[in-house]
Nanobody, 123 residues
Framework: QVQLLESGGGLVQAGGSLRVSCAAS????????VGWFRQAPGKEREFVSA????????YYADSVKGRFTISRDNAENTVYLQMNSLKPEDTAVYYC????????????????WGQGTQVTVSP
């Protein structure tokens, strides 16, 4: 059974940092690209960042570029999203998702999803 489990969300002041994690089980993690998406209240879920199966390729939404960093530790079956210089508009539920082989930006391309972790940034 495939499981993706996000953790590390919480409440932080604007300008602060958080690191969210996505731990996987039940699939050959080394073969899967991972994406982070987020959904704010009343808004559609949107792409945040993605990382290739090897970790050598990454991509970021313009809104987080230069502030967020995605990385992975395949030995630990975990992908991380380091979020710095957080803004109130980063407040959302953050979801990780996995797909076999190449990374993609669209949600529909991902096969497995976690349950999400809440990130709240206060002004």
């Amino acid at each position: 059974q495939v499981q993706l489990l996000e953790s590390g969300g919480g409440l932080v002041q604007a300008g602060g940092s958080l690191r969210v994690s996505c731990a996987a089980s039940g699939l050959p993690w080394n073969n899967y690209a991972v994406g982070w998406f987020r959904q704010a209240p009343g808004k559609e879920r949107e792409f945040v960042s993605a990382i290739s199966w090897s970790g050598t390729g990454t991509y970021y939404a313009d809104s987080v570029k230069g502030r967020f960093t995605i990385s992975r530790d395949n030995a630990e079956n975990t992908v991380y999203l380091q979020m710095n210089s957080l803004k109130p508009e980063d407040t959302a539920v953050y979801y990780c998702a996995a797909r076999y082989n190449n990374m993609r930006l669209n949600m529909g391309a991902y096969d497995y999803w976690g349950q999400g972790t809440q990130v709240t940034v206060s002004p």
